[in-house]
C-alpha cells in the first residue's frame, strides 16, 4: 500500500513539475527585465539607448557634447574605450564640468576582459540613481559589455543575452562574435 501511495505521489509531482519550472522562468524573466529605450540625440551622439532610464549608452561624445552634458543633469562619464584610442583629454574636460570620470576598457587584444565587466558594473552600482553617459567609440563595445554582464551576472542564456545587446545598440557582427566567444567561455 505505501510503495503504490509514493509511486502515485512520484507520478503526481512528476505531472506539475513543468508547471513550476514555467513559473520560475516566467519570475526570473520578469525579475531581470531590461528597460532599454532609444532616447532623442545629445549633442553628436545621435544613436542613445537608456538603460532604466539612469544609464544612458552610447558613442563617443564630442568634447562640446561632453562639455553640455552637466547642463542635461549628467554626473557620471564611464569611457570603455582604450585611453590611446581618444585624441582629446576627456578626462578633464569630464572632472571640469563636476563629473565622475572612469576609464575602464571593456577589450584587450580583441576580447572581452571578465575583469572589465565587474568593474563597469561596480561602477554603475557605485553611482546608482545618477545619471550616468557609459559611452566607446560606436555603442558597440557598450552593448557588448551588457550582453556580457546579463549572461554572467543575471542567469540570460547566451541567444537572450545577445538579442538585448543587439536592441542596446549592438550593429557589429565582429562585436557579436566577440561577444559570443566571451560567453561560450563562461560555459567552460
Known amino acids: 500500500m505505501m510503495k503504490k501511495l509514493f509511486f502515485a505521489t512520484l507520478a503526481v509531482f512528476a ?4 508547471f513550476f519550472g514555467a513559473a520560475q522562468a516566467e519570475e ?54 582604450a585611453a590611446d584610442e581618444i585624441d582629446f583629454d576627456e578626462p578633464t574636460i569630464v572632472k571640469k564640468g563636476g563629473m565622475t570620470y572612469y576609464n575602464i576598457p571593456l577589450m584587450k587584444a580583441g576580447k572581452i576582459q571578465d575583469s572589465a565587466v565587474t568593474e563597469i558594473h561596480e561602477a554603475l552600482m557605485e553611482n546608482k540613481g545618477k545619471k550616468i553617459l557609459l559611452h566607446c567609440a560606436s555603442g558597440n563595445r557598450v552593448a557588448g559589455w551588457l550582453g556580457a554582464h546579463l549572461a554572467r551576472d ?27 566567444d566571451y560567453l561560450a567561455n563562461l560555459k567552460e
Not at 55 to 68: D, E, R, V, Y
Not at 157 to 168: I, L, P
Open 28 to 81: 526570473n524573466s520578469e525579475k531581470h527585465s531590461l528597460d532599454l529605450t532609444p532616447q532623442a540625440p545629445i549633442g553628436n551622439m545621435t544613436k542613445v539607448i537608456s538603460l532604466h532610464g539612469t544609464i544612458f549608452m552610447t558613442g563617443q561624445p564630442s568634447p562640446a557634447t561632453l562639455q553640455s552634458l552637466p547642463g542635461d543633469g549628467f554626473n557620471v562619464v564611464i569611457n570603455i574605450r
Open 15 to 18: 505531472l506539475l513539475l513543468p
Open 154 to 180: 543575471m542567469g540570460y542564456d547566451t541567444e537572450a543575452a545577445v538579442a538585448s545587446a543587439r536592441k542596446g545598440g549592438m550593429t557589429k557582427d565582429s562585436m557579436e562574435r566577440i561577444l559570443r
